[in-house]
Structure formats: structure tokens, C-alpha cells
């Protein structure tokens, strides 16, 4: 199992993070770049290592469409995110690739964007050695945050750019999809990156910050955790968990406890 900082992300630092992983029993680690950077890059792949965790994947890259075009600003960060996640031994970068341009109805533009950074991120990423995973969204996400929202999608994106790109697979965002079983089938061992896990709560109160601890909503995560295994996948499970009414109103080791007693009864 692994922590993704974002599930206690208001009650805890990075540093906080690794020691309640060490406390808790909890093998791998997944930063959000924020708490990567507010703890300063050095500092974090150190203290990491020193924990023994593993680092399940860097959140997040991506952002391409943000301005309306490739230019250097989201080039140059998505390259720093490339080294950054190299510099903390990351499993992966993981990318939230972007939604429409502002004032923009031009999703096949918003496409062809997002599939030309991810090229050019990519032949970055290839020579420092880091995998780029794609995070298909949910399709409520596709105007603001990811235009890619389909496993399918971003398998075909997977097929056209080549070796050393990949996906982040959340449960969240992929299990209504009624082709699921057979995308996951043709991902195969080599394009799955990552997996992350949570639940789907109803009812859902917010779009972006009211998702549910791992049992608690109508996700049947150890079918899709099994379709995932069956191809080979033998990364961690990491839970990755935005809940500004529940989870990140509690106690952050009462929230770690309740994770690991789940990832046993409920994934
Ligand atoms: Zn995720």
C-alpha cells in the first residue's frame, strides 16, 4: 500500500507523511508536488530513503492546455517535474493533462495539445529514465482538469507515442466504463504505471473533493484490483483520497489507520 499525500493533505507536511507511513506500516509514498516542494526536493528523496519507502508515482504533471498553447512556462515545468521525480525514485510522473482552454469549445484542439506535450515530455522523461503515466479522468473532469477520459483514450495516446509512457489507473475515475476489462486486458503489465484506489460515494456532494475511503461507496475495487493483477501489475496500491467534508477533517492517524484496516477488508 502506499500514501498519496493528497488524502491527508490538510492536516499534513510531506515529512509528516513519511514518518506516520513509518508508523503505520505503510511501504510506499506518492507526494503531490506542492509538499514536495515545500519540503525542498533534497530534503524529501533523503528522508524517503532513509524511510525504506517506496515512491509509488510523483503527482502530477500535465497542465498542457492551460494557455492555449505549448509554450516554454508548461514545457519547462513538466521537464522539472521529469527531474524532480527522478530525484525522489519515483515509480512514475503521473499526468493530469488538462481540460479545455478557457473560453474554448475546441476539444479535438484541446486533444492534439495535450497528445503534443505528453510527446515532448516524453522525450525528456526517456532520457533521464522516468515513466510518464497518463491519468484518464472521470468525464465530469474533461473541461477543467483532463480532456483524456478513457482508458481507451489514453491507451491509444500510449500506442502512438511509444515505449516508456504508460497509465495511472484510479478506480474513481475508470470504473463505470463498461469496456474496462478489455482496456485493462490490452494495457498489460508494461502500461500500467500505477494504481490508485478510493471510492465512489452516493450520494456525491462535491465533484472534486467529497470521494470516500476504500468501502465505503459502490466501487467493487477488488474486481478491478484483480483485472489489474491478472495482466501483471505488482506495484502498490495507493490511496489516494480528496475528501474536504470527511477524511481530511479527522485525525491524520486515525485517517492511516482506517486505510490500512481497509486496503485488508475492502480492496
Ligand atoms: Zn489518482
Not at 505503510?26 to 515545500?38: A, C, N, T, V
Not at 524532480?84 to 493533462?97: D, F, K, P, S
Not at 482496456?183 to 462535491?206: E, N
Amino acid at each position: 500500500m502506499s500514501l498519496n499525500t493528497a488524502t491527508v493533505r490538510t492536516q499534513w507536511g510531506l515529512a509528516e507523511c513519511i514518518e506516520g507511513c513509518r508508523r503505520h506500516g505503510i511501504g510506499g509514498i506518492s507526494p503531490w508536488r506542492d509538499k514536495l516542494h515545500e519540503m525542498g526536493v533534497a530534503a524529501a528523496a533523503t528522508a524517503i530513503r532513509d524511510a525504506g519507502l517506496a515512491v509509488s508515482g510523483l503527482c502530477r504533471g500535465g497542465w498542457f492546455t492551460a494557455s492555449g498553447s505549448l509554450g516554454p512556462e508548461v514545457l519547462d515545468d513538466n521537464r522539472r517535474a521529469v527531474d524532480e521525480a527522478a530525484e525522489i525514485g519515483a515509480a512514475c510522473l503521473v499526468m493530469v493533462v488538462g481540460g479545455l482552454t478557457d473560453g474554448s469549445r475546441d476539444l479535438p484542439g484541446a486533444h492534439a495539445l495535450v497528445e503534443d506535450g505528453l510527446a515532448r515530455t516524453l522525450d525528456y522523461a526517456r532520457t533521464v529514465g522516468v515513466p510518464v503515466a497518463i491519468e484518464p479522468l472521470h468525464p465530469m473532469y474533461a473541461a477543467d482538469r483532463a480532456c483524456v477520459n478513457t482508458l481507451s483514450h489514453a491507451l491509444d495516446i500510449c500506442d502512438r507515442l511509444g515505449d516508456g509512457i504508460g497509465v495511472a489507473l484510479d478506480v474513481y475515475h475508470v470504473w463505470w466504463d463498461p469496456d474496462l476489462p478489455r482496456q485493462i486486458a490490452r494495457a498489460g503489465r508494461d502500461r500500467i504505471l500505477a494504481f490508485h484506489v478510493c471510492d465512489w460515494l452516493l450520494p456525491t456532494r462535491d465533484l472534486l473533493t467529497d470521494r470516500g475511503m476504500m468501502g465505503d461507496g459502490v466501487i467493487d475495487i477488488p474486481g478491478i484490483r484483480a483485472m489489474v493483477e491478472a495482466v501483471g501489475f505488482d506495484g502498490l496500491t495507493e490511496v489516494e483520497i480528496f475528501s474536504a467534508l470527511d477524511w481530511w477533517t479527522r485525525d491524520p492517524d486515525d485517517v492511516l489507520a482506517t486505510m490500512v484496516a481497509r486496503g485488508r477488508s475492502a480492496c
